[in-house]
T-cell receptor, first 110, second 111 residues
Protein backbone atom coordinates (compact mmCIF):
# COMPACT_ATOMS: atom_id res chain seq x y z
CA UNK A 1 0.00 0.00 0.00
CA UNK A 2 1.40 3.46 -0.89
CA UNK A 3 2.87 5.41 2.02
CA UNK A 4 3.80 8.95 2.92
CA UNK A 5 7.43 8.90 4.05
CA UNK A 6 8.89 11.42 6.47
CA UNK A 7 12.54 11.97 7.37
CA UNK A 8 14.13 12.21 9.81
CA UNK A 9 12.03 10.44 12.41
CA UNK A 10 13.62 12.51 15.17
CA UNK A 11 15.59 15.75 14.98
CA UNK A 12 17.23 17.68 17.78
CA UNK A 13 18.26 21.24 17.06
CA UNK A 14 19.49 24.25 18.96
CA UNK A 15 17.24 27.25 19.41
CA UNK A 16 17.72 29.73 16.60
CA UNK A 17 18.85 27.14 14.07
CA UNK A 18 17.05 26.40 10.83
CA UNK A 19 15.51 22.97 10.27
CA UNK A 20 14.06 21.32 7.20
CA UNK A 21 11.59 18.49 7.63
CA UNK A 22 11.18 16.27 4.61
CA UNK A 23 8.24 14.36 3.24
CA UNK A 24 7.65 12.22 0.19
CA UNK A 25 3.91 12.22 -0.50
CA UNK A 26 2.09 9.53 -2.45
CA UNK A 27 2.95 10.05 -6.09
CA UNK A 28 -0.49 10.62 -7.61
CA UNK A 29 -1.82 12.77 -4.78
CA UNK A 30 -2.50 16.42 -5.47
CA UNK A 31 -2.97 18.01 -2.03
CA UNK A 32 -0.25 18.18 0.58
CA UNK A 33 -0.39 19.20 4.23
CA UNK A 34 1.65 19.77 7.33
CA UNK A 35 0.17 19.30 10.78
CA UNK A 36 1.83 19.46 14.16
CA UNK A 37 1.14 17.98 17.56
CA UNK A 38 2.70 19.46 20.68
CA UNK A 39 3.22 16.74 23.28
CA UNK A 40 -0.05 15.84 24.96
CA UNK A 41 -2.12 18.15 22.79
CA UNK A 42 -4.30 17.78 19.75
CA UNK A 43 -3.18 17.68 16.14
CA UNK A 44 -3.20 21.18 14.61
CA UNK A 45 -3.33 22.19 10.98
CA UNK A 46 -0.37 24.25 9.74
CA UNK A 47 -0.61 24.57 5.98
CA UNK A 48 -2.09 23.08 2.83
CA UNK A 49 -0.43 23.11 -0.57
CA UNK A 50 -1.97 22.57 -3.99
CA UNK A 51 -0.85 23.28 -7.52
CA UNK A 52 2.55 24.47 -6.33
CA UNK A 53 1.26 27.08 -3.96
CA UNK A 54 -0.09 27.46 -0.46
CA UNK A 55 -3.87 27.14 -0.50
CA UNK A 56 -4.46 27.77 3.19
CA UNK A 57 -2.39 28.39 6.31
CA UNK A 58 -3.15 28.67 9.99
CA UNK A 59 -2.20 31.40 12.45
CA UNK A 60 0.64 29.18 13.64
CA UNK A 61 2.23 29.27 10.18
CA UNK A 62 3.97 32.62 10.52
CA UNK A 63 6.94 34.07 8.64
CA UNK A 64 9.30 31.60 10.32
CA UNK A 65 7.70 28.77 8.37
CA UNK A 66 7.85 27.98 4.68
CA UNK A 67 6.98 25.02 2.47
CA UNK A 68 8.37 23.91 -0.83
CA UNK A 69 7.92 21.17 -3.37
CA UNK A 70 11.36 21.48 -4.93
CA UNK A 71 11.45 18.57 -7.35
CA UNK A 72 7.98 17.14 -7.87
CA UNK A 73 8.40 14.37 -5.32
CA UNK A 74 9.57 15.94 -2.05
CA UNK A 75 7.52 18.29 0.11
CA UNK A 76 9.48 20.17 2.75
CA UNK A 77 8.69 22.28 5.79
CA UNK A 78 11.37 24.78 6.79
CA UNK A 79 11.48 26.53 10.14
CA UNK A 80 13.90 29.44 9.80
CA UNK A 81 14.85 30.19 13.39
CA UNK A 82 13.55 27.55 15.76
CA UNK A 83 12.09 28.41 19.15
CA UNK A 84 11.61 26.13 22.15
CA UNK A 85 7.87 26.14 21.53
CA UNK A 86 8.39 24.65 18.05
CA UNK A 87 9.17 21.33 19.75
CA UNK A 88 6.45 19.00 18.53
CA UNK A 89 5.67 16.06 16.30
CA UNK A 90 5.23 17.25 12.72
CA UNK A 91 3.04 15.18 10.42
CA UNK A 92 2.97 15.40 6.66
CA UNK A 93 -0.12 14.21 4.79
CA UNK A 94 -1.16 13.91 1.20
CA UNK A 95 -4.58 13.49 -0.30
CA UNK A 96 -6.31 12.55 -3.49
CA UNK A 97 -9.61 11.48 -1.97
CA UNK A 98 -8.79 10.36 1.55
CA UNK A 99 -5.90 11.55 3.70
CA UNK A 100 -2.72 9.52 4.22
CA UNK A 101 -0.43 10.63 7.05
CA UNK A 102 3.25 9.99 7.42
CA UNK A 103 4.63 8.58 10.66
CA UNK A 104 5.88 12.01 11.75
CA UNK A 105 9.11 13.79 12.65
CA UNK A 106 9.67 14.52 16.31
CA UNK A 107 11.40 17.90 16.53
CA UNK A 108 13.11 18.77 19.79
CA UNK A 109 14.45 22.31 20.16
CA UNK A 110 16.98 22.72 22.99
CA UNK B 1 -14.80 28.59 13.53
CA UNK B 2 -14.86 24.83 13.41
CA UNK B 3 -14.48 23.00 16.70
CA UNK B 4 -14.34 19.30 17.58
CA UNK B 5 -14.69 18.14 21.18
CA UNK B 6 -14.15 14.80 22.86
CA UNK B 7 -14.13 13.55 26.41
CA UNK B 8 -10.58 13.22 27.69
CA UNK B 9 -10.49 9.78 29.22
CA UNK B 10 -12.29 6.42 29.13
CA UNK B 11 -11.44 3.35 31.14
CA UNK B 12 -12.93 -0.08 30.35
CA UNK B 13 -12.27 -3.71 31.24
CA UNK B 14 -10.90 -6.11 28.66
CA UNK B 15 -13.75 -7.78 26.78
CA UNK B 16 -16.22 -4.94 27.38
CA UNK B 17 -17.37 -2.51 24.68
CA UNK B 18 -15.91 0.99 24.53
CA UNK B 19 -17.82 3.98 23.23
CA UNK B 20 -15.88 7.12 22.42
CA UNK B 21 -17.92 10.23 21.68
CA UNK B 22 -17.22 13.32 19.61
CA UNK B 23 -19.15 16.49 18.85
CA UNK B 24 -18.42 18.90 16.05
CA UNK B 25 -19.73 22.24 14.91
CA UNK B 26 -19.35 22.38 11.12
CA UNK B 27 -22.61 21.13 9.66
CA UNK B 28 -21.13 21.12 6.14
CA UNK B 29 -18.53 18.45 6.98
CA UNK B 30 -18.44 15.79 4.31
CA UNK B 31 -16.34 13.10 6.00
CA UNK B 32 -15.73 12.25 9.64
CA UNK B 33 -12.73 10.19 10.63
CA UNK B 34 -11.43 8.20 13.56
CA UNK B 35 -7.67 7.94 14.10
CA UNK B 36 -5.74 5.90 16.66
CA UNK B 37 -2.45 7.08 18.12
CA UNK B 38 -0.29 4.82 20.27
CA UNK B 39 2.37 6.41 22.53
CA UNK B 40 5.08 8.15 20.52
CA UNK B 41 3.62 6.92 17.24
CA UNK B 42 1.86 8.40 14.22
CA UNK B 43 -1.78 8.61 13.27
CA UNK B 44 -3.40 5.38 12.18
CA UNK B 45 -6.64 5.75 10.24
CA UNK B 46 -9.21 3.41 11.78
CA UNK B 47 -12.33 4.22 9.86
CA UNK B 48 -14.36 7.03 8.37
CA UNK B 49 -17.95 7.78 7.53
CA UNK B 50 -19.57 9.91 4.88
CA UNK B 51 -21.85 12.60 6.24
CA UNK B 52 -24.86 11.13 4.43
CA UNK B 53 -24.55 7.85 6.36
CA UNK B 54 -25.90 7.06 9.83
CA UNK B 55 -23.80 4.03 10.61
CA UNK B 56 -20.79 2.13 9.41
CA UNK B 57 -19.55 -1.20 10.72
CA UNK B 58 -16.05 -2.55 10.17
CA UNK B 59 -15.26 -5.73 12.12
CA UNK B 60 -15.10 -4.70 15.81
CA UNK B 61 -15.67 -1.02 15.01
CA UNK B 62 -19.05 0.66 14.67
CA UNK B 63 -19.36 4.33 13.82
CA UNK B 64 -22.63 6.13 14.50
CA UNK B 65 -23.34 9.59 13.11
CA UNK B 66 -26.15 11.84 14.27
CA UNK B 67 -25.91 14.69 11.82
CA UNK B 68 -28.76 16.64 13.37
CA UNK B 69 -26.97 16.77 16.73
CA UNK B 70 -23.49 16.83 15.13
CA UNK B 71 -22.52 13.85 17.24
CA UNK B 72 -20.19 11.04 16.22
CA UNK B 73 -19.33 7.93 18.18
CA UNK B 74 -16.94 5.03 17.84
CA UNK B 75 -17.85 1.73 19.45
CA UNK B 76 -15.15 -0.89 19.88
CA UNK B 77 -16.55 -4.32 20.62
CA UNK B 78 -14.64 -6.83 22.77
CA UNK B 79 -12.01 -4.24 23.71
CA UNK B 80 -8.49 -5.62 24.06
CA UNK B 81 -5.43 -4.29 25.89
CA UNK B 82 -3.91 -3.55 22.47
CA UNK B 83 -6.71 -1.04 21.90
CA UNK B 84 -5.25 1.20 24.62
CA UNK B 85 -4.33 4.43 22.83
CA UNK B 86 -5.52 7.95 22.16
CA UNK B 87 -8.42 8.16 19.72
CA UNK B 88 -8.98 11.30 17.67
CA UNK B 89 -12.05 12.16 15.70
CA UNK B 90 -11.61 14.59 12.83
CA UNK B 91 -13.94 16.36 10.45
CA UNK B 92 -13.24 17.23 6.86
CA UNK B 93 -14.94 19.34 4.27
CA UNK B 94 -17.14 22.37 4.42
CA UNK B 95 -15.43 25.64 3.73
CA UNK B 96 -11.88 24.28 3.61
CA UNK B 97 -10.15 21.05 2.71
CA UNK B 98 -8.27 20.62 5.97
CA UNK B 99 -8.88 18.12 8.75
CA UNK B 100 -9.98 19.54 12.08
CA UNK B 101 -9.02 17.20 14.89
CA UNK B 102 -10.71 16.69 18.20
CA UNK B 103 -8.96 16.92 21.53
CA UNK B 104 -8.41 13.16 21.71
CA UNK B 105 -9.74 10.52 24.11
CA UNK B 106 -7.31 8.36 26.05
CA UNK B 107 -8.70 4.83 26.17
CA UNK B 108 -7.28 2.70 28.98
CA UNK B 109 -8.13 -0.99 28.88
CA UNK B 110 -7.80 -2.81 32.19
CA UNK B 111 -6.95 -6.53 32.02
Amino acid sequence: EPEVTQTPSHQVTQMGQEVILRCVPISNHLYFYWYRQILGQKVEFLVSFYNNEISEKSEIFDDQFSVERPDGSNFTLKIRSTKLEDSAMYFCASRMGGYTFGSGTRLTVV
Amino acid sequence: GEDVEQSLFLSVREGDSSVINCTYTDSSSTYLYWYKQEPGAGLQLLTYIFSNMDMKQDQRLTVLLNKKDKHLSLRIADTQTGDSAIYFCAEFGGATNKLIFGTGTLLAVQP
